[in-house]
């Protein structure tokens, strides 16, 4: 079975760029390592005054597989002569969060000078006072930001967080066992994928794809709603039909075969189909799926030199060019204006891309998660953790 014939059309226009894409970017030629370091197990010890440390999610920047490295990286270092290391250390908010508080609370280095928090988790790093303030006159291109993100409640005059992607939760299936797809909560749990079922351990996500695929409103959810939710998956991992809730690495559970269906992420499951020859897909439930995003916060401990590198970076993202040139790659929402006219020189097909520049109609299908208050976080995040039987 050609398992890209039973791929969307969208997944197949992403598929089929990225591998031009990448040719293009392979052969561009004279980009090499540049002195860029990559690390998978922990941020760098203390900074210097020529470098800045990023740490971020797998998946999540473009790669070029022949010189291993990240193009629009080592682009930045060429430009700016900034050393620029970057870490894939992010699996899980609270994981990673639980990484560096001791630091952050000591004010000690934590090994990154720009960290890459979801929403819910940038307003905790500003709540507690450990995301500094930027210095707007190193990040001109902060103007670019989409209007739609522009102020968030957490932020609202984004003094201390930038957009870095927008991250749409839904269903993603492995296309041979599920050549029909997958659009609701039934898909998800038939038959062919019980035991192979893994979900997020990002609260947000995982109950909020259940909650309205019960036809709850995530904008006013309740607290009852939300332990009816955890209820429901809790007696799913129970009676066998979740394998697992997990962090970024539920990737590698659909690639090994473990996981044949997935509440998981848009971009991710579009990057796994294009290095595993069309073999997975990705769609919006039909109930309605989650939107949120993914932050660039520059931490209470990192150095003024750490601060203004950082802030280099942030503006040199912020730059439609490179957005597009990133959102090529990663197939997350770009929060950049500008990106989408770029995109049609660098890969037309996907300057159409619902998934990365979703009109008003796709807008209209994503839900975010109301706030918490910082008692109902802590006790519904309780709630989950006891669904997992941890």
């Known amino acids: 079975m050609d398992s890209k014939r039973s791929l969307s059309p969208e997944a197949r226009s992403i598929i089929n760029s990225q591998i031009s894409r990448r040719a293009l970017i392979a052969g561009a030629g004279g980009l090499g390592a540049a002195g860029l370091l990559t690390a998978c197990g922990g941020g760098g010890g203390g900074g210097s005054e020529n470098a800045v440390r990023w740490g971020n999610w797998p998946l999540y920047l473009d790669f070029d597989e022949e010189s291993k490295t990240y193009p629009t990286l080592v682009k930045f270092s060429e430009q700016t002569g900034i050393e620029a290391k970057y870490f894939e250390d992010y699996n899980d908010n609270d994981e990673f969060f639980g990484k560096v508080q001791a630091q952050l609370k000591l004010g000690e280095d934590i ?10 988790m940038a307003a905790r790093w500003i709540r507690l006072g450990y995301a500094q303030k930027f ?45 029909k797809g997958i659009r609701t909560l039934d898909d998800l749990f038939a038959p062919q994928n019980k035991g192979k079922i893994v979900v997020l351990s990002e609260m947000r996500d995982t109950i909020g794809v259940i909650l309205l695929g019960q036809g709850v409103d995530i904008t006013k959810v309740t607290e009852d709603q939300f332990m009816n939710a955890v209820d429901f998956m809790a007696k799913k991992i129970s009676d066998g039909w979740i394998r697992g809730v997990k962090g970024n690495e539920y990737a590698e559970d659909l690639t090994s075969g473990d996981a044949t269906a997935v509440i998981g992420w848009s971009g991710d499951m579009f990057i796994l189909a294009s290095e595993n020859e069309g073999k997975f897909d990705f769609a919006i439930p039909e109930s309605g799926g989650t939107i949120s995003g993914d932050n660039f916060i520059i931490p209470s401990t990192t150095t003024a030199a750490g601060k203004a590198n950082g802030e280099k970076m942030i503006n040199y993202y912020y730059d439609p060019a490179v957005a597009a040139e990133v959102a090529a790659y990663v197939n997350y929402v770009c929060p950049v204006k500008g990106a989408q006219a770029e995109m049609e020189k660098i890969a037309p ?8 520049f979703p009109t008003e109609k796709t807008a209209s299908r994503l839900n975010v998660f109301r706030s918490l208050t910082p008692d109902e976080e802590s006790k519904w995040a309780e709630a989950f953790q006891q669904a997992q039987g941890n």
């Open 135 to 179: 210095d707007s006159a190193n990040i001109p291109n902060k103007v670019n930001i989409l209007d739609s993100l522009a102020s968030p409640s957490y932020d609202p005059m984004r003094e201390s967080t930038l957009t870095w992607q927008g991250i749409m939760g839904g269903f993603g299936w492995n296309v041979e066992k599920n050549p």
């Open 349 to 356: 097909e996907l300057a159409t891309s619902e998934y990365i």
């Open 111 to 120: 090994g990154y000078d720009v960290v890459t928090p979801t929403d819910w």
